[in-house]
């Protein structure tokens, strides 16, 4: 059922494809890395094509003498879509997930719930010169390390901060203020995370961001990327900071993760900075999240079953990229999970190498990481990613 329902999605992909540029052959746009643009002759409406694929290898094993075990797999295969319809200030995002991850099997509590092919799916009004307004759904504004695309980063993953706490894609709505020397974001949606078509289960997730550029606005939007591609001639600086509540969450990690029996009040805050300046990059964030409750689920015995996703993290990273678009970068997570959760605290030390051959639009990324548990083997990890796009 699920192979049929792929290979209906890419046949009307294909087709719509196909007549889109049939109609606008006349006004065809491209450049490399940019995606191809379909401008409509009467402009009234665009449409930008974009892919991207990124294949990796990941490897892991005891270094008390533990079975190695390790495979390869297509990471993230992406479609994208975008543009606008009738006038410039009011756009669109739709991009797909058609990697095997984001179809995964059912999950017992929920027989209802089937994941699909959506990620982003909005649509977006600009009805001042600084501010927008969106409705759909997309990702939240959480933490600056999940708010940069997966294409953008100088490690070949997110950390292990980020896995843990992050804030996910939801449906719902969102107000944006741009200027200058400041990001404001607001947030309204489910708290079910993407593709979560039944009733919403416990109350609304609530969302606020604020992020400041005391030294000036990167150049080259370069806040929206890890490395430093722009080689900054002044130091620039950004500081930002979130607050979500989701309200009886019925997921372990809010707005993804397991579904779990029982529903938490959960509250995540985070604190992070970016600097960049002449080919060196540093970023910091310390996140938490909390329930005012237990997190964990105990079974009518007793019996430990199960817990949401407290506790605590610290994370730091940094990079230089040479001028012949080579990087050397390392990272530094501390992980502190609830003692309720009955998980273990653990430190996470990466270094990476990476060579980005048309920016971050194809490259070649690899990183190995030491795991260090407060009880038990330490572990390493090796990651090798191909990543291109256009």
């Known amino acids: 059922m699920m192979k049929k329902r792929f290979y209906t999605f890419a046949l009307f992909i294909g087709f719509l494809t196909a007549h889109l540029t049939l109609q606008a052959q006349d006004n065809w746009k491209d450049k490399v890395g940019k995606g191809i643009t379909l401008l409509g ?23 008390d003498g533990g079975k190695w075990q390790s495979g390869m797999s297509i990471r993230r295969f992406r479609l994208k879509f975008g543009g606008f319809v009738y006038h410039p200030s009011l756009t669109y995002k739709i991009q797909f997930a058609l990697a095997s ?30 501010w927008s ?25 997110r950390s292990e901060l980020n896995n843990l706490f992050r804030i996910d894609r939801d449906m719902g709505i969102q107000l944006h203020y741009n200027s200058d020397f400041m990001h404001l974001a607001t947030a309204l949606s489910m708290g079910e995370g993407r593709n979560v078509y039944f009733d919403n289960q416990g109350g609304y997730n609530y969302t606020a961001r604020a992020e400041f550029y005391p030294l000036g606005q990167f150049e080259d939007k370069g806040h929206t990327y890890e490395p430093d591609f722009a080689r900054e001639i002044t130091p620039k600086l950004l500081i930002g900071a979130t607050y979500d509540f989701n309200e009886q969450a019925s997921r372990s990690k809010g707005q ?53 996703t407290t506790g605590s993290a610290f994370n730091w990273q940094g990079s230089y990229l040479f001028k012949n678009h080579f990087a050397i970068s390392g990272r530094f997570t501390h992980i502190r999970p609830d003692s309720e959760t009955f998980e273990q605290d653990y430190e996470k030390y990466t270094l990476g190498l990476g060579k980005f051959f048309f920016g971050y639009n194809l490259k070649l990324q690899s990183d190995i990481s030491l795991l260090q548990y407060a009880e038990g083997d330490d572990f390493m990890e090796v990651k090798c990613q191909l990543e291109f796009a256009f």
Do not use: C
């Open 256 to 308: 993804s993760g397991d579904f779990l029996e029982e529903q938490r009040d959960l509250t995540t805050w985070f604190v992070d900075m970016l600097m960049k300046y002449q080919g060196f990059s540093t970023s910091v964030t310390w996140a938490q999240k909390n329930t005012p409750n237990t997190p964990a689920i105990w079974d009518e015995n007793g019996e430990f079953v199960t817990a949401f």
């Open 133 to 157: 307004i969106r409705v759909g759904q997309q990702k939240l504004p959480g933490n600056r390390e999940n708010n940069i695309s997966s294409q953008k980063l100088e490690f070949a993953g």
């Open 41 to 63: 002759k009467d402009s009234t409406f665009s449409l930008k094509l974009g892919m991207r694929l990124q294949t990796m290898y990941e490897g892991s094993g005891s270094l």
């Open 101 to 130: 991850s984001n179809f995964v099997a059912e999950d017992p509590l929920r027989p209802d719930y089937i994941p699909g092919p959506i990620a982003d799916a909005y649509l977006q009004w600009q009805f001042h010169k600084n």
